[in-house]
Structure formats: structure tokens, C-alpha cells
């Protein structure tokens, strides 16, 4: 039998597939959460077009994922998730969520450092966060990113995408 994790032990790991429940738990739990200030119809859309059990079976199928978990009693739970797309000439993170009742524990440093360390060295890396998460800007520009452009909302009234990149 394996040794229990200590509860609050922290690992970042390669998701599999069988991580697809666990990744759509988390991004039902943060998409809400983060994207309130966008609106209803915003975080609604979201959820079905991008956390929906086919779009995250698609993902995992396309790019590389890696989840963070947290140990407890029962073992570890999945408390984030991220993913980088590497087939693009300039790599892309799509998503990078934790659960808001693990974020500010470091747990998205460290999910953004296991999506840089699968892009090759000396490659850019981008990614988009939707303007107006000021909490996601800041997070991004504290760990080098820097603005590269910006794109209108997907539907009117809703917020641009701005994009961000960096050296690996």
C-alpha cells in the first residue's frame, strides 16, 4: 500500500485523461468566480463552451495539461489546472485556473512554471486573459509577461481579450 500523503502536501503533474472530471470540477468552481464582473450571460457561455465534458476531452486530446493537487485526508485533490497548446509557431496557455478557495497559496506560480517548462527554451509563449480581471494582469506581468495586443470582446459588450507574451 502507498504511503498516505501528508495532508497539505502540494504536487504539479501531467494530467491524464482520467483527470477530465476533476479539471471540469475546477473550472466550474473558478470560471464563475473570476469572470462575475463580465456578466451572467459571459460566465454562462463560458462554462458551456469551454468546460463542457467534450471541450475539455478536446483539450486534453490537443495540448498539454497539468493539474495541481493538494493532499487531504483521503489523498490528493485536484485544486488547478492549466494548459499550453505547443503546435502554434508561438506557443499558447489557455487555461489557468485554481479553485478560489486554494488561490493566493502559490498554486498558480507553480501551475504556470510546469506550463513553461514543456516549451522549448529560447521559444515566446502567449497566452490572453479577458481585460478587466486586474487579478490575472497582475499575476501575468509579475512573472514576465507583457501586453502584445488586444481583441474585442466575442460578443458586443462583453470585454476584450489581451494578450500577453514572454521568453521562455
Do not use: C, K
Amino acid at each position: 500500500m502507498a504511503d498516505q500523503p501528508a495532508p497539505g502536501a502540494v504536487r504539479v503533474r501531467r494530467a491524464t485523461p482520467a483527470d477530465r472530471d476533476a479539471i471540469r470540477r475546477v473550472g466550474h468552481a473558478a470560471w464563475p468566480a473570476t469572470y462575475a464582473f463580465a456578466g451572467e450571460a459571459y460566465v454562462r457561455d463560458g462554462l458551456e463552451r469551454l468546460w463542457s465534458v467534450e471541450a475539455v476531452e478536446e483539450s486534453l486530446a490537443q495540448t498539454t495539461y497539468v493539474v495541481a493537487e493538494v493532499a487531504d485526508e483521503q489523498g490528493w485533490l485536484v485544486v488547478g489546472t492549466g494548459n499550453v497548446d505547443l503546435a502554434p509557431e508561438v506557443p499558447v496557455i489557455w487555461r489557468l485556473y485554481v479553485r478560489p478557495d486554494h488561490q493566493a497559496d502559490g498554486l498558480g506560480g507553480q501551475v504556470l512554471q510546469a506550463l513553461l517548462a514543456v516549451v522549448p527554451p529560447g521559444r515566446r509563449v502567449r497566452l490572453e486573459y479577458v481585460d478587466g480581471n486586474l487579478r490575472a494582469a497582475t499575476f501575468y506581468a509579475r512573472h514576465g509577461f507583457r501586453e502584445a495586443a488586444r481583441e474585442p470582446g466575442r460578443r458586443e459588450g462583453w470585454p476584450d481579450s489581451v494578450w500577453m507574451e514572454r521568453e521562455v
